[in-house]
């Protein structure tokens, strides 16, 4: 378990708030649309800080009028994963933006095994940092496998 | 998981949590903002009584389809009374089958009916998204469950219109791709009829053995609506309507043109009502427009360029055919 | 509104050679700096000065003096301008009108050929706009309150070095402000002391911890000491939340030199992220962004010092014109106000610097202070900073206000929590995403603001006592530089 006030990774717009439900997931999926973003699904088994590509979940969903389209592929994923990480991204495409708008998780694993920071001491002082996942010390095809 | 502890270490744990957010949540999603108890009330919170209106107005004949839909709206208007009084449990299945001739009106009526089931609440965007085969059905293996699903996602919240649906089922190939879209179309009419409504459109014969080959589908059908011809009054007045909209007119004489031509069209095969009767007059616009641009030096008026004449009818390749045909 | 050109004695410009060239003193006017007649051009940069001209002189010569001062004029007539194409040279005041009630003060336009300021260098446009002007005697006050600088000119800057979309990604946070907090106390603590409050506050949810202004290299706290221990509290709290982190190392010094190398030392120990002060200079600034540039490195502007030229309505420069230069000449993060917090800004004058920062086209709006149209050209977009007596019970205000693209400050909101920095960190990181997610599902947070925060604070501890602590905090003074068109009052509540 991690040690932070929220004992899990807090990446993405709502990790300090309790788990939203499906309800609250599709507001926040309408607000997007809604504002013209168009929505994606990843999931990892390696949620290091630095870890910016996520398997993709299907492509990015454009032209969605409801939230409904998401939501069923968000419960899809889950299914397929349920001891992932899996994020809601919305993408806003316009000039001077066309980048990422909205990202929250929803869905983690059981147990949430954090990170480890490992120091390599350097000259004058000076340390190296490196953050370790503990999720990746198994083989990448028997993570996120429940144990215990 | 739920609610978070804000356990910060080697302080007490903070204070325990009071409240359940996932209840104002969920208040927060349905929230209608007052239950309605009568009839009207319910048609003046929807404004649906509006749309039917329109419907009534702005459409020429189909009489049955109107009174079916008349129909639905009231057994919709009654189940949401039931709703608010706890009486209903689970939302009405809706998903219906427009048969009929081409240029009856099917894909007409179903837009109207999209924004129908949006003011009455039964889908939340009211919006139309209109395929065919080649959107839901892929080319290979593990092409058509993604075209399907994509198709279906976008429809969600709205109506999904699939016209000539029977060629989805294609018998005489037991490999053909169709079969996977069926069974996709038919989880999602049954396990997420919240999300959308799905309308199958056709030829009747055609549709009625579509049907009698898929039970699983027919079974989820809730209404068929079976659009008649229309009669050549109707199409007259549909023309007369179409004409208004662009800003033309009859020229005297020229309306009993038309007529004649229309019963000299019906005859005549691939004849597709609505439609037809659009298709001809686009072409007597045209033939309108070379008769004037012939007239180079002259000024206009706007009763002469509104005007489609008796001879911009009398010009179609309808009336030479009846004639080699003799009277039949 | 335009005053009258023929009214004033000597307005006209002297056409005829011979007279013009005449060795004497003659009026601006007649020197040429004020043309009525005269329509900018798409490559000029215009000026909006207030000026108060000293009684008895006349307005239109004040803004012709104002026009001839900042370009090429000197206070008599010189035969050498005739070896120059000097009509081209002379900065053209073109319009003047009184200030809507500002008695005895001006409005004066002043437009500047394209020919006039070094490509890429605030330096020399500024020694130019801002450089003897201000101090001229006729004038009694004079304040640039606007620019608009042309397309052309804007192309010769690169910018900021990151940009907001570009800091997001790096960061991967997306959809919300950015929090942050700046050490306390200001001055005295340790390294280790100092390393200390970086971790809880970032352990505890918060994206950005910062050094203050007049942290550089002081005999209680080394730099690299500062550097070393800061870098290891990131990184540890990095490991525990999974998320990127920063703190903005402060790499203000005496020289350029000493600068280099302590962000050379920050960018060694892996920071995101360096810092430094207006008070460095435009010259040290742009050298400073194109290192940033040359090395991923997110730069932070405070500016410190702004105050002393900013804050009075009738002297000075507004500071909306100090966030376009710094715009151009290239920071990340500019301290912009808060409009609720401690100091200085009055709400609409205060989204006029923000919108500054972040559009991509700045549209003409009098209420924000903002008096011309200014295409950036897809130069990148500064992120914003809120910083300065501000508190969780306030997320609702600032959210409406600024919206997501803005780094909110908490630093006394923090670190004065009455649990700890990481209870002050949680209570402001959970009324941000309780703020942001009610936003988002339709709930007008303007009106329901502190009902929102009230709940958050149901499942929140560390939330209900920052509330109970701070709640009734408001600084509630009469803002000193608004707009002349709509005046307001400082956001209450």
Redesign the interface.
């Known amino acids: 378990m ?10 993405g ?9 499906d ?2 997931i ?3 999926i309408e ?1 997007g649309l809604s504002r013209g973003y168009a929505w994606s699904i990843e999931y990892t088994d390696d ?4 870890n ?1 590509f996520w398997e993709m979940f ?1 492509m990015p ?1 454009f ?8 939501l ?2 968000v419960r899809n994923c889950r299914k397929g994963f349920p001891q992932h990480y899996i994020r809601l ?2 993408f806003d495409g316009t ?10 998780i929803v869905n ?1 694993p059981a147990s949430e095994p ?4 490992i120091r390599q001491e350097a000259a ?6 490196t ?2 996942g503990y999720a990746t010390d198994r083989p990448e095809g028997e993570r996120g496998i429940e144990t215990s | 998981m739920g609610s978070p502890l804000y356990s910060i270490p080697g302080t007490a744990p903070a204070t325990t949590p009071v409240a359940e957010p996932t209840a104002d949540a969920a208040a927060a999603q349905a929230s209608p903002s007052t239950e309605a108890r009568t009839v009207s009330e319910v048609l003046a919170q929807s404004q649906a009584g509006a749309v039917m209106d329109e419907l009534d107005r702005d459409l020429v004949g189909l009489t049955p389809i109107k009174a079916r839909i008349r129909d639905i709206a009231a057994l919709l208007v009654i189940d949401k009374l039931r709703m608010n009084l706890g009486l209903q449990a689970q939302a009405p299945s809706l998903h219906m089958s427009f048969t009929g001739n081409p240029g009856t009106g099917k894909t007409t009526v179903a837009l109207r009916m999209a924004e129908i089931l949006f003011r009455l609440g039964y889908v939340r965007k009211g919006h139309l998204v209109a395929v065919t085969r080649d959107d839901l059905v892929g080319q290979y293996i593990g092409h058509t469950a993604p075209k399907t699903r994509e198709v279906l996602k976008r429809a969600m919240g709205g109506v999904l219109f699939i016209d000539e649906a029977y060629y989805l089922y294609r018998p005489e190939n037991e490999r053909d791709y169709g079969q996977e879209a069926i069974e996709i179309l038919l989880q999602v009419m049954e396990n997420q009829r919240d999300d959308l409504v799905v309308i199958l459109a056709g030829y009747k014969d055609r549709m009625d053995t579509f049907f009698r080959s898929n039970p699983g589908m027919s079974s989820r059908i809730a209404h068929h609506l079976d659009f008649p011809d229309y009669a050549p009054g109707e199409l007259l007045r549909i023309a007369d309507k179409l004409l208004e909209q662009h800003n033309y007119r009859f020229a005297p004489g020229a309306r009993a043109t038309f007529e004649e031509y229309l019963t000299a069209r019906i005859r005549q095969p691939n004849f597709a009502n609505a439609r037809s009767v659009r298709n001809a007059l686009d072409r007597a616009r045209l033939r309108q427009a070379s008769r004037l641009f012939a007239d180079q030096d002259r000024r206009f008026t706007a009763e002469e360029l509104t005007a489609i004449a008796a001879c911009d009818i009398r010009a179609s390749r309808v009336f030479q055919a009846a004639a080699t045909q003799g009277p039949s | 509104m335009a005053i009258a050109t023929g009214a004033s004695n000597g307005a006209t410009a002297i056409t005829d050679a011979k007279r013009r060239y005449q060795a004497g003193v003659l009026k601006y006017g007649q020197m040429g700096y004020w043309e009525p007649d005269y329509v900018p051009k798409d490559t000029d940069t215009v000026c909006l000065f207030r000026i108060t001209p000293q009684e008895g002189v006349d307005p239109v010569e004040a803004a012709a003096a104002v026009a001839g001062e900042s370009s090429t004029a000197t206070w008599t007539v010189v035969w050498t301008d005739r070896l120059t194409a000097c009509d081209s040279y002379r900065a053209k005041a073109f319009r003047l009108e009184p200030v809507p009630n500002g008695p005895g003060q001006f409005f004066a336009w002043v437009a500047y050929d394209i020919i006039l300021f070094e490509e890429g260098s605030i330096a020399n446009m500024t020694a130019s706009l801002i450089g003897n002007v201000f101090s001229f005697k006729p004038l009694k006050a004079a304040r640039l309150e606007d620019i608009r600088i042309p397309a052309a000119y804007v192309k010769t800057f690169k910018g900021p070095p990151t940009g907001l979309i570009v800091e997001r990604e790096r960061l991967d946070k997306f959809g919300r402000p950015l929090l942050g907090a700046t050490t306390k106390p200001k001055l005295g603590l340790s390294g280790r002391n100092y390393g200390r409050v970086i971790y809880e506050g970032l352990k505890g949810g918060l994206d950005f911890m910062k050094d203050d202004e007049n942290i550089n290299s002081q005999p209680f706290m080394h730099w690299r000491d500062r550097f070393l221990y800061v870098m290891d509290a990131v990184n540890k709290a990095s490991a525990a939340t999974g998320e990127v982190k920063g703190s903005y190392l402060n790499v203000t010094a005496a020289t350029m030199e000493d600068m280099y190398e302590r962000a050379e030392f920050a960018r060694q120990l892996g920071s995101v992220v360096v810092m430094i002060d207006l008070v460095i200079g435009w010259t040290a600034i742009q050298s400073m962004s194109n290192w940033a540039r040359r090395n991923d490195m997110i730069l932070h502007m405070h500016r410190a010092g702004h105050g002393t030229y900013t804050r009075q309505k009738n002297h000075g420069v507004s500071f909306r014109v100090i966030a376009k230069w710094l715009r151009l000449a290239g920071v990340d993060h500019l301290h912009a106000g808060t409009a609720v917090g401690k100091l200085e800004g009055d709400p609409l004058t205060v989204q006029g610097y923000y919108n500054v920062c972040r559009d991509s086209y700045t549209r003409r709006d009098l209420p924000r202070g903002i008096f011309f149209d200014q295409d950036w050209c897809d130069i990148r977009k500064v992120m914003p900073v809120a910083s300065g007596g501000i508190h969780a019970g306030q997320m609702h205000q600032l959210l409406d206000l600024f919206g997501d693209d803005v780094v909110l400050q908490f630093g006394g909101g923090t670190i004065g929590h009455p649990a700890g920095i990481q209870a002050g960190a949680v209570a402001n990181r959970v009324a941000l995403e309780a703020m942001v997610k009610a936003r988002n599902e339709g709930h007008n947070i303007r009106i329901e603001g502190a009902e929102i925060l009230r709940k958050a604070a149901r499942f929140c501890g560390p939330l209900q006592q920052a509330l109970d602590t701070w709640g009734d905090i408001t600084f509630n003074y009469t803002p000193t530089d608004a707009s002349d068109f709509t005046p307001t009052a400082a956001v209450a509540r």
């Open positions: 991690m040690t932070n006030p929220v004992s899990k990774i807090t990446q717009q709502f990790s300090f708030l309790p788990e939203l439900t309800a609250e599709a507001l926040q607000y949620p290091h800080p630095r910016t299907g969903m032209d969605l009028k409801d939230a409904a389209g998401v069923t592929e991204i919305a000039r001077g933006v066309e980048s990422i708008a909205m990202s929250f983690r954090g990170f480890g920071l004058g002082r000076t340390i190296r940092y953050v370790h």
